[in-house]
Each structure stands twice: as C-alpha cells, then as structure tokens.
C-alpha cells in the first residue's frame, strides 16, 4: 500500500529551537530517510520551503490572480511530503510517529488506479 | 525491454535455469543473479541483432559465469574486454554444461530457486520482486514499472532480499522435507500477490502490469509441471485461468470495471476457462482439498454460466461453507452473504454480515459496505443502500472501484428521484 507521510510544521517553533535539539530532531529524520531507503520503502521524500515563500494562486474570470503566502491561520503549515510504500496502514504510522514530536503528521493512503470486479 | 516478445519469452524461460546452474557450481547466490541479470541483459540487446545463439542456454551460462569470475577479480578493464569477446565467442564455449549436468537438474533448480527466493525471512514485497527476478527473468526496471515505484526502490529490495538470504544462511538446496509444505505455502501465497497485483490493474496506461498476471501464470505452470500431485498447485494455477480468464470483460476501455452480473460473457476466454475447469476437476477427485481449489472451484462456476442468470449459485454457496469452514476469513464471509443473498433472498444474506460489524478492522474496509449496500438495494432499501455505497465509495484508496461506487449511488439517487415523481404503481 502506498502511503504519504504529511508533516505539519509551526515555522516558530523551528525557528526558536535551540541548535542542539533540532540537530537532534535534523538527525532522527535522517536516521528515518536512510533506514526506509534500505528497507526499500521510500518512494520519495521533499521538504517544503519556508510557507513565506507560497504563492497562492486562483482563477478569476479566466485569469490567474496571484497573491504571496499561505491562506489561514493555522500555525502549523506543510513543511514536508514523504511516500512509502509498505506493508499496513499500522507500519505507515510506525514510520511517521519519530517525525511526530514537535511536528503534526498525517498519513494518508494514496489511490490506486487498480481495482477488484465487484 | 524493447526486444521481439520471441527473445524475451526465451530468456525468461532460460533465467532460472541458468542462474540454477551458476548456484550451484560457485554457492554466492547473490553474486550469481547479478551476474545472470547482466548476461540476459546482454542477451536482449545483441540477440535480436546477432541472433539467438545455436545453445542460447550455454551462452547465457558462459557470459554470466565469465561476469563472475572477474566479479571476484575485480578486474573492470578485463571485464569489459571478455564481454566484447564472449559476444563473439561460439555458443559452446568451454564452460557449457555437459549434457548430463543440464537433464537432471533443471527441474530441481527452479523449484530450489523458488523456494529461496520466498525465503521466510524476508518480506512479502522482497520475495515478489526477487521472484520476478531470479525465477521470471525480469528487469529491475520492468518490476518497478509494473509496480509502480521508482527503480532504486526496486533496486534497493531486490538487493536487501539478496542480503538477507545470504544473512539468513540459506543454501541453494531444496528446504528440508519435513519444512516443505509451509514452505510451498509461502511460494504460492506470492505466485498469488503477483498475480493480484497484475489482475487488479485496470486498462490504459497501466497495461504493462498485467505482464505480472502472464508472468504468475506461467511460473505457477512450472510449478505445476514440478509437482504434478500437489492439489494446490494444480489449485491456485486453476484459479489464475479461471479470473484470467474474464479479464478482456472485466473493465471498459476507460478503466471503469464491469461487475461480474454485467459482464459481456462473449469476451471470455474459452481456452482459459475450458483448461482451468479440467485441472480443478481432475485435482478435487484426487488430491486432498485445499483453499486455493475451492476459490478456483467457485471461480468454475461462475465460468461456466453462459448468462449470469444461469449460476448455480446454490452450489457456490455450499462452496463457500467449505471454504469457511478449511480456511475462515471475513473476506471469504462478505462473498459467502453475496451467494446466500442469491439463493434466499437479500435479507439472508445480510444476517451473515452481520457478525462482521463485530471486527473493528472490517468495518474500516469498504468492501464490507459494498456488499451491505448490494444487498440493501436487493431488499428494496434504497435509502440505506445508498447510504452504504457512499461510505464504501469514500472508504476505498481504489479509482476504479470509487468511480464504480460512486455510480451506483448517484443511480440509487436518480432513482429516488424519479420514483417519487412518478405516480405509485
């Protein structure tokens, strides 16, 4: 089953951290990357820029308006995709749980294009 | 790969063979595969150019065993120079078999690769993809292709499979008598993922993946061949003709499936269904039952009704008290409540769901709901039909089965509607 690991980050909370805890944290997702690499689960990783860096873009009357930054208030904002590929819906959550100290992390089945006659 | 489907059926066929002869002369199992994977990719590319070699057997054993030897070496210069030169060489080279050697352990080989490479230790997705590749002869590309997933995932469980087998200790003998059952077990349980995994796959651009069914198919008629007597063998081969079988009308050339009722029954291979009902019958009278030959015994069934109305569905019922009773699973339950709706009536059939309600796992499963809703519009509650299919429709991560899920409630909708406009009967 595939799977995408979805971390939610609050950019302050980061950017207060003292250096030596989020190199520890840096060096729990690393651990979590080349331990799913070797167990040929990983599909792909990406961490997302600061949510400073958004644009949002809509179509009004056919034309895109284009505005900077994310929508809402919501504090914690996407900060990282993963896919995996793995066994259950309860091994997809072991590998998001370490990420899931300071961070929110949503695991969500990916749809497949195959399907069983009914 | 791009070669004529000749070269790549007869490479796929010498695979096995070849890498059963590397293993046993040098032990190194992993050593060996890589080395029988780089001579079949050699193969592809000057074969269909040069042409098949007179014994293409001995020329994929000599190119893979020369690979090996400068493996060990570790020679790159030397080795590039011996692949020009081995492409070039006679077809019986010196390091062909004898003829001896070839005759009496062909057979054992594949059933010993087979078993390795379902080897317990590792997991379900490494013994898929190290099967396809050891047993079926194919690329890592084509297995990530047909999976999905980037090469490197492939690449990297096809390899941790290797180490792991090498870890485990394992051997390239057959497992010990008394372990061989459990063993088959395992080799059967992956013949059938890989055949799912192809079967499931829905038309257009996903046509690649139902190589994975051809390649199933036909280790599984290897297997077969190997061991003539075991009713499950015989079994799960009849099962994989028989679904195989309906696959031409199982979806539409969008990629939205056709449940079984409404399939265009013209479209099945008769072929298919005709060799599937003689192995599953043949086997039933001999062999001692298993669960593999019942499934392929109901999937006989269905086969052989001409028009839907036709099954004998009383028969596929007794069918699946069988298969409950041998091997009890909630899935089997959900296909039993379908049968026994069909025999008496829907309300019947949805008072053998019910103590599914129980089991936390199956009530987060949509197929559970799909069935209640099948069965709800049978009973004439549309409301609480529809309501189930909505449920199944948001729970399943399939497409396919969303859209078709979708579409029958939007119908129970529909139908509301109209009903209610129209005058009562």
């Known amino acids: ?118 | 790969m791009t070669s004529p489907p000749g070269v790549d059926g007869l490479l796929r066929e010498l695979a096995p063979q070849a890498l059963g002869v590397l293993a046993r002369r040098y032990g190194q199992f992993d050593a060996c595969e890589d080395a029988v994977q780089e001579a079949l990719l050699a193969a592809a590319v000057q074969w269909p150019e040069g042409g098949v070699p007179e014994n293409p057997r001995a020329w994929l054993i000599t190119v893979a065993s020369r690979r090996l030897t400068d493996e060990y070496r570790g020679d790159s210069a030397r080795r590039r120079r011996e692949a020009a030169v081995a492409a070039l060489l006679a077809p019986e080279a010196a390091n062909a078999p004898s003829p001896d050697e070839e005759l009496a352990t062909d057979e054992d080989d594949t059933l010993t690769l087979l078993f390795l490479c379902c080897h317990p230790s590792l997991s379900p997705a490494s013994q898929v993809a190290l099967t396809l590749r050891a047993v079926g002869g194919l690329t890592t590309t084509q297995i990530a292709r047909a999976f999905l997933v980037p090469e490197a995932t492939m690449a990297q469980r096809i390899s941790r499979a290797k180490a792991s087998i090498k870890s485990s200790g394992a051997r390239f003998t057959l497992p010990p008598e008394d372990e061989r059952a459990a063993r088959l077990g395992v080799v059967l349980h992956v013949l059938y993922l890989v055949f799912n995994e192809g079967y499931t796959a829905s038309s257009g651009p996903d046509l690649q993946r139902t190589d994975l069914t051809t390649e199933a198919i036909r280790i599984a008629r290897d297997l077969h061949r190997l061991l003539p007597d075991d009713g499950e063998v015989a079994g799960l081969l009849a099962l994989m003709l028989l679904t195989d079988a309906r696959r031409p009308a199982r979806s539409r050339a969008d990629g939205s499936l056709v449940p079984l009722a409404d399939q265009d029954r013209a479209l099945w291979d008769q072929a298919a269904i005709r060799e599937g009902v003689a192995l599953v019958s043949e086997t039933l009278a001999r062999a001692p039952i298993g669960p593999y030959q019942v499934q392929a015994a109901i999937a006989a069934v269905h086969d052989e009704a001409a028009m839907a109305e036709q099954t004998d569905w009383p028969q596929i019922v007794v069918l699946y008290e069988l298969l409950t009773s041998i091997s009890p699973n909630p899935m089997v339950t959900l296909n039993q409540a379908v049968a026994v709706a069909m025999v008496r009536g829907p309300r019947a059939g949805l008072a053998v769901l019910e103590p599914l309600d129980a089991d936390e796992r199956l009530t987060e499963h949509h197929r559970l709901h799909a069935v209640r809703a099948h069965l709800l519009e049978m009973a004439g509650d549309r409301e609480a039909a529809r309501a189930s299919f909505r449920v199944a429709a948001r729970l399943t991560s399939s497409a396919p089965e969303q859209r078709y899920l979708e579409g029958r409630a939007a119908q129970l909708s529909d139908d509301v509607r109209v009903g209610s406009a129209a005058p009562a009967p």
């Open chain 1, 1 to 118: 089953m595939k799977y995408v690991v979805l971390i939610y980050s609050n950019p302050a909370t980061w950017e207060t951290m003292p250096a030596a805890e989020r190199d520890r944290v840096m060096g729990i997702h690393n651990r979590l990357i080349k331990e799913l690499t070797e167990s040929g689960e990983l599909l792909r990783v990406d961490g997302l820029s600061h949510p400073s860096n958004t644009k949002t873009v809509r179509l009004r009357d056919g034309v895109p308006v284009v505005t900077d930054g994310p929508f809402g208030e919501a504090k914690e904002q996407l900060a990282g995709v993963w896919a995996v590929d793995c066994e259950s819906v309860e091994r997809a959550i072991e590998i998001g749980a370490p990420v899931a100290d300071y961070d929110t992390v949503e695991i969500r089945p990916l749809m497949d294009l195959s399907g069983l006659e009914m």
